[in-house]
């Protein structure tokens, strides 16, 4: 039997489903990450996977970012699209004991470092006490592995199978 894998984006997604080996559908969450991105605004952080303090977080690129910092380490991986990450050597960082990324304003004070330019597929780490903002010129998908922080929207009501 050959399988096929179908790799989803934006534009082409099915909504998912799960199938149960044991237990009851409403001790998991399920969702689809283009289908969340579908209904958000541009880079609203929305957890779709939690394990203890380490989210899973979803974001639409579209247009321009805010500038972002974090304490520690992220990474994001591009699912669809293609996505600019533009770097600055934060003078101040954010303080390495505070969760999650926090929302920067106006570009930060300190010194461009470059940019990484994302295309499906990719991945590209956000080294703590650096700022990033992202620029999409057509809408993506971005899936960000952090921890849950201020930023971190969590609806899983609204974006889960029940």
């Given amino acids: 039997m050959q399988v096929h894998t179908v790799f989803g984006s934006l534009a082409d997604y099915t909504k998912g489903s799960i199938e149960l080996v044991s237990g ?5 969450v399920f969702s689809n990450i283009f289908e969340v991105a579908a ?9 779709v996977g939690k394990n203890m303090e ?15 910092a974090c304490g520690h380490d ?10 600019t990450v533009d770097f600055i050597k934060m003078k101040d960082p954010p303080d390495a004991e505070k969760n999650g990324a926090v929302l920067l304003g106006e570009a930060p004070e300190g010194p461009r470092m470059g940019h990484v330019k994302l295309r499906r597929g990719h991945q590209v780490l956000l080294a703590a006490g650096n700022a990033y903002r992202f620029t999409a ?5 971005l899936l960000q592995q952090t921890v849950l922080g201020e930023l971190s929207v969590q ?4 974006i889960c199978l029940l």
């Fill in 24 to 28: 009851e559908a409403r001790h998991y």
């Fill in 39 to 47: 209904t958000s605004k541009p880079y609203e952080r929305i957890v």
């Fill in 54 to 68: 380490y989210v899973q977080e979803v974001m639409r690129a579209e247009g321009v970012s805010p500038w972002f």
């Fill in 74 to 83: 992220e990474f994001a991986l591009c699912m669809d699209g293609e996505i």
């Fill in 137 to 141: 010129d057509r809408t993506g998908v």
């Fill in 155 to 158: 609806k899983w009501r609204e």
